[in-house]
């Protein structure tokens, strides 16, 4: 093991857990993965990304800490309001840990700049909550061959799916954004802050586990859970032959323009 | 006859297409829904047309956004 003291200390709890041990661990800290939106979701994956000691973790917002965001976005504390998302995140996460190197993009993921950011990174997180930019997301990790965790959270309701190449992608599921205004987002029809936790954890754990090597993942299945009830299940899906070729001429805009 | 919605067994009357399925269960934004027979996501141009059989299995997938703002 190349670890020092203090890391074998500090991830004594992984180091001694079969399944990740010490060879995990060293793989965790040569890792580098992007979170796309420092919100509900990407707040607990990066703590755990964070905590976790995965060496390289990028990290891309353009907005900045509102109040309203306070309820779920755990990594983001009052006296941050008004601050960008992403250097309120920076600043925890390397307070949890210093072996990180947090990487700051305080600006929209685009078709423009997605495949010279991709490129850095081993694994992604979709963290968004516009279906445009979860098309986004899909495409240029399909196009750039690189595995993915989606996540969608609405009011009491949740659900993921992890993309490595040849398995099911989100459009495989879902094929086309949904007409504008159709599905409400957050801002409309509120959601529970716990349900931003519940699935920004398994997004998190999902990342941890592709980089290690270990269990099997949620590959072409989609996880959907109702906290109202508090029911999981999961739905199988399948790869279809969409031939993703190329990014499309316009990802709509976001459904909401509602003050957030 | 029997059929699985999301899961879980439903008697429904008999030919209903997934268009009438979907007003059945209440659906009130199809358009917000995907959905997935006997394990195939089916286009959305079939839905009017597509009957649901005995014993078939009906998945209503929800697009879901949520998480950034």
């Known amino acids: 093991m190349n670890l020092n003291d203090e890391q074998v200390e500090r991830y004594s709890r992984h180091i001694i857990l079969q399944g990740v041990g010490g060879e995990g661990q060293e793989k965790l800290l040569a890792a580098k993965i992007l979170i796309i939106g420092a919100g509900g979701l990407g707040a607990p994956v990066a703590l755990y990304l964070a905590a976790a000691g995965v060496g390289t973790i990028g990290i891309i917002d353009a907005d900045v800490v509102d109040i309203s965001n306070l309820q779920r976005q755990v990594i983001h504390f009052t006296p941050d309001i008004g601050r960008p998302k992403v250097e309120s995140a920076k600043e925890k996460m390397n307070a949890i840990n210093p072996d990180v190197r947090v990487v700051t993009y305080n600006e929209l993921f685009t078709k423009n700049n997605a495949l010279d950011i991709l490129a850095n990174y081993d694994f992604v997180v979709d963290g968004t909550d516009s279906f445009s930019a979860k098309f986004l997301i899909n495409d240029a990790c399909v196009l750039a061959k690189k595995p993915f965790s989606h996540g969608g959270i609405l009011r009491f309701d949740g659900q993921t799916m992890t993309h490595v190449p040849g398995t099911a992608s989100y459009r495989c599921v879902f094929k086309e954004p949904p007409p504008a205004n159709a599905v409400p987002t957050c801002s409309q029809a509120g959601v529970f802050g716990a349900v931003a936790g519940m699935l920004g954890t398994i997004q998190a754990a999902e990342a941890i586990r592709y980089i290690v090597g270990v269990g099997e993942l949620l590959t072409n299945r989609l996880l959907i859970f109702d906290a109202l009830r508090m029911r999981f299940r999961t739905v199988r899906v399948k790869p279809s032959e969409l031939g993703i070729q190329g990014f499309r001429d316009s990802y709509d805009p976001p459904v909401c323009e509602l003050r957030r | ?69």
Do not use: C, W
Request: charged residues 20%.
């Open chain 2, 1 to 69: 006859m029997i059929i699985h919605i999301n899961g879980e067994k439903e008697t429904i009357e008999a030919s209903l297409t997934v268009t009438q399925l979907l007003a059945h269960k209440q659906v009130k934004m199809p358009d917000m829904v995907s959905v997935e027979l006997n394990g195939d996501i089916l286009e959305r141009q079939f839905f009017d047309t597509t009957i649901i059989n005995d014993g078939d299995a009906v998945e209503f997938l929800y697009f879901m956004g949520g998480g950034q703002v």
